[in-house]
């Protein structure tokens, strides 16, 4: 079995401070880890993914994520968040054993003010 | 056009109506995913096409019925819903139907059951 938990519904950073968005997994096989953001009306868009190798991964707008076996995480990172990154990110894994199947975690909203 | 698109983007059906949401992916990408995304609940897999053979289907009730025609098209028939099926629907497409992949999300068609 797979899962997925995202223990903050919400992060508030101000502009230009760092932001951090947790992300914690479960598989049974191998994990891969994907980071989904979707703006208000819009679906999700894919940010970055750990599939093997180097655990930090770099994505999209900045965007990095470290992988961490021993702790099972996946956490999102920006060194200095825009107000543009306000957003709703999602988290993902998938596991060596299931195919193409995601599951997702519930999402946690950021809040960057100016 | 480009990416993945959805039609229409709001529909609002009574409960004895007869509907379809229509998906097209411009990636020619192998694999196609309907999700349903609820407030306050994770995103849900519902079906998932893979060379145009469903591949998963999540206990999703019969109310709700798939058809991939081809690789680029899929669409999702609607046939006595509930109140409670009102959410957004999002489909996805990805290079194949694997762990590695990312999914490429359309906008959503917004359903709303009277």
């Known amino acids: 079995a797979q899962s997925v938990a995202q223990p903050e519904d919400q992060v508030n950073v101000a502009e230009g401070n760092p932001l951090t968005v947790k992300c914690t997994y479960s598989v049974s096989g191998n994990p891969y880890l994907f980071w989904y953001v979707q703006y208000p009306n819009r679906g999700l868009q894919f940010l970055l993914k750990y599939i093997t190798g180097d655990n930090l991964v770099k994505g999209s707008y900045g965007f990095e994520a470290e992988f961490n076996k021993s702790q099972t995480s996946f956490h999102l990172k920006k060194p200095s968040a825009l107000v543009s990154d306000s957003a709703l990110y999602f988290c993902a894994v998938r596991d060596s054993t299931n195919a193409g199947k995601s599951t997702f975690g519930d999402g946690t909203t950021l809040t960057v003010k100016p | 056009e480009t990416g993945v698109t959805q039609t229409p983007r709001h529909l609002v059906m009574g409960m004895t109506n007869k509907k379809s949401l229509k998906c097209e992916q411009h990636?020619?990408?192998?694999?196609m995913y309907w999700y349903k995304q609820s407030a306050k609940k994770p995103l849900e897999l519902m079906f998932v096409?893979?060379?145009?053979?469903?591949?998963e289907n999540n206990s999703v009730p019969s109310r709700f019925s798939p058809e991939c025609p081809n690789s680029s098209h899929l669409f999702l028939h609607l046939h006595t819903l509930q109140p409670e099926d009102s959410a957004l629907y999002l489909c996805?497409?990805?290079?194949?139907?694997?762990?590695?992949?990312?999914?490429?999300f359309g906008p959503g068609t917004r359903l709303t059951v009277l």
């Open positions: 990636l020619g990408h192998n694999a």
């Open positions: 096409y893979s060379l145009e053979e469903r591949v």
């Open positions: 996805a497409s990805s290079q194949e139907y694997s762990p590695y992949n990312e999914q490429f």
